[in-house]
């Protein structure tokens, strides 16, 4: 955020500044976690699991110009008071964005969300000067986040809108004022705040019916789902796709080791990413650049050096093994990709070590058996399952015969020592579950035990 005084700040909010007299002091940033707070930042005191508001004083300690407020605190620097830190945040984003005034390309969908951003960014930024989150910032709190963090020589601005409720897509939208409408997918994903596929393709779609109906909306033509609200709501999109005929299409499809070689145009495209995921995401950065006159060969050579994140699909040579490290998150869609795409990958032995999908509501168990036939599906050497409900997994695979499989429930250690002593010379092996278990915990001790100099 570009440097402003408090005045300023407590009008765009309708809150009020204590003391007055602090009108013309100046906030040089905004920040909502301690740790992460610079000198003359704004600290906003957000309420959750953690009330903000009983670190004002930490905030003040480390230099905080000013605090926005939901009620009194005792501090010896001004502080902004509103009824509602969360909604004071999001309205302070929105101002700026206005003031700032980039074109906006919001992101949506169940998954890719991220990798198609930093896709789209990467293509654009050949012309222009785009902003793109440096984390993972899609939230009714990380969106404001990283909209106050361009710069005021953006001219293009490139967002995730992620939700897990009814109802959040409307704010985030109101918040970004997107010019450019991305839709990448729809999975069962969040479906315990979401409920049903077709719910959360509702949901997903209200990004395309809230901005101007001359906006530019892109919808992954292979998600069907998406392409039946979109016909019921009778709103123009452009496609993009793989197995269907749409608009922009990947053809003459190839993969070296994993990674994918694609043609668009008469563009062709070479990917350092893995498995078929990326494509889709490479399209979306395709299709979002042409119709800001990037041409397809000048997008293909920009994507050509884009670099996975770091435990997104990250394959990696440790000794005499590989590890596909994407431990980021899990879904049963991502789980089946990552699977698929362990087919594309030579290796002596495959070896998926996978922990529980969490959010799948109540039709967990059902999904959590459904790996099983994935794991047959994908020829799966061995299974490692990790975690409380992949023991829906682990019944139904040994019902099916798959004996190569083994439960461990709650106790990490026993799993990672039995996984020390499972993994061959020229196995391959896949570490994948949802964030909160901790996965890349596997990551670390075969990377300590295989490639011990990488380690140090």
Do not use: W
């Not at 299709?287 to 293909?300: C, L, M, Q, R």
């Amino acid at each position: 955020m570009k440097p402003e005084q408090l005045g300023k700040i407590a009008k765009i909010l309708g809150g009020r500044l204590e003391p007055a007299e602090a009108e013309r002091v100046y906030a040089g940033g905004v920040c909502t976690d301690t740790r992460m707070l610079s000198p003359g930042d704004i600290f906003i005191a957000l309420e959750g699991e953690r009330d903000g508001h009983n670190f004002v004083m930490d905030a003040y300690s480390k230099g905080a110009i000013a605090a926005i407020v939901s009620r009194d605190v005792q501090i010896p620097i001004p502080q902004i008071i509103v009824s509602d830190t969360l909604e004071a945040l999001g309205n302070l984003a929105m101002e700026y964005r206005k003031a700032i005034a980039p074109r906006v390309v919001a992101i949506t969908g169940s998954v890719g969300k991220t990798t198609a951003r930093e896709m789209i960014a990467v293509a654009l930024k050949t012309r222009f000067s785009v902003h793109s989150a440096k984390k993972n910032y899609n939230n009714l709190i990380g969106l404001p986040l990283s909209l106050l963090d361009m710069k005021e020589n953006t001219e293009i601005a490139v967002v995730e809108l992620g939700i897990n409720q009814s109802g959040e897509i409307e704010r985030l939208v109101e918040i970004a004022i997107p010019d450019v409408g991305v839709i990448t997918s729809v999975a069962p994903v969040h479906l315990e705040g979401l409920g049903s596929l077709d719910k959360i393709a509702e949901e997903k779609f209200k990004l395309a019916t809230m901005i101007s109906p001359d906006a530019p909306v892109f919808v992954n033509a292979d998600s069907q789902v998406l392409l039946d609200v979109a016909k019921k709501h009778e709103r123009k999109v452009i496609t993009y796709g793989i197995d269907s005929d749409a608009e922009f299409r990947a053809e003459n499809i190839s993969f070296e080791d994993g990674r994918p070689h694609f043609t668009v145009g008469d563009a062709r495209f070479e990917l350092k990413l893995l498995g078929r995921a990326p494509i889709y995401a490479a399209l979306a950065a395709v299709a979002v650049a042409k119709i800001f006159d990037i041409p397809e060969p000048i997008a293909a050579e920009a994507l050509r050096t884009f670099q996975p994140r770091e435990h997104r699909m990250n394959l990696f040579d440790c000794g005499d093994i590989k590890i596909l490290d994407d431990c980021y998150n899990s879904s049963p869609a991502a789980l089946e990709e990552a699977l698929k795409t362990m087919s594309f990958i030579k290796a002596k032995g495959k070896i998926a070590v996978l922990g529980d999908m969490l959010e799948l509501g109540k039709d967990e168990k059902k999904y959590h058996r459904e790996v099983a036939n994935m794991l047959e599906k994908y020829a799966i050497d061995e299974a490692i399952l990790f975690g409380k409900l992949m023991k829906s997994a682990f019944d139904e695979a040994r019902k099916n015969g798959f004996s190569d499989v083994k439960l461990f429930e709650d106790d990490f250690a026993e799993a990672r020592d039995y996984l020390l002593k499972t993994v061959r010379a020229g196995d391959l092996i896949l570490i994948k579950g949802s964030h909160s278990m901790e996965m890349e915990r596997f990551v670390k001790a075969l990377v300590e035990n295989f490639c011990e100099e990488d380690a140090e």
